[in-house]
Antibody, heavy 117, light 107 residues
């Protein structure tokens, strides 16, 4: 059974940093693209970052480019999102997503990030 | 960035009725268009991919179609469990984007 379990969300002050983790199991992690998607309170979905199978290629939405870093550890079967210079507008639930097909068809339950003073 | 404009924002219907949800792309997304369903407190569920293919386990009452840059999700006869928010999504061009969502609510 595919499982994606996020952790690391917290309350942080503007300008602070957090590192989100996503522990994956039930599939061959190194074989699939992964991504982070966020959802601000009461709002829609937004793709944040994506990473290829071996971690050599990634991409970010403009609003986080230069502040967030996506990475993966194919030995530990884990996906990460290092978030620096956090802003109030980064407040959201962050989902780890897996593309077993050509679309992201498995999602974790999410971890909540609140940026507030 | 490709903008996906969904309409209507809210659709008020009764069980058994037909639901038609629209998604208009600001430029071509080829066939790389999907639909997700999200219920309150739950994660998104992939329903339709590549415009018209149902994901595994998705009932046949859900169907997708296109006309140029206009895409449609149709639910032929609403079941109680279908009342949710629906998002279209394009993966043709990064940044991938979602539409703002259509809420299908019970009338």
């Amino acid at each position: 059974e595919v499982q994606l379990v996020e952790s690391g969300g917290d309350l942080v002050q503007p300008g602070g940093s957090l590192r989100l983790s996503c522990a994956a199991s039930g599939f061959i992690f190194r074989s699939y693209y992964m991504a982070w998607v966020r959802q601000a309170p009461g709002k829609g979905l937004e793709w944040v970052a994506k990473i290829n199978r071996d971690g050599s290629d990634n991409a970010y939405v403009d609003s986080v480019n230069g502040r967030f870093t996506i990475s993966r550890d194919n030995v530990k079967n884990s996906l990460y999102l290092q978030m620096n210079s956090l802003r109030v507008e980064d407040t959201a639930v962050y989902y780890c997503a897996l593309a077993l097909s050509s679309y992201f068809d498995y999602w974790g339950q999410g971890t909540r990030v609140t940026v507030s003073s | 960035e490709i903008v996906l404009a969904q309409s209507p924002a809210t659709l008020s219907l009764s069980p058994g009725e037909r639901a038609t949800l629209s998604c208009r792309a600001s430029q071509s997304v080829s066939h790389f268009l999907a639909w997700y369903q999200q219920k309150p407190g739950q994660t998104p569920r992939l329903l339709i991919y590549d415009v018209s293919y149902r994901a595994a386990g998705v009932p046949a009452r859900f169907s997708g179609s296109e006309s140029g840059t206009d895409f449609t999700l149709t639910i032929s006869s609403l079941e109680p469990e279908d009342f949710a928010v629906y998002y279209c999504h394009q993966r043709d061009t990064w940044p991938w984007t979602f539409g703002q969502g259509t809420k299908v609510e019970i009338k």
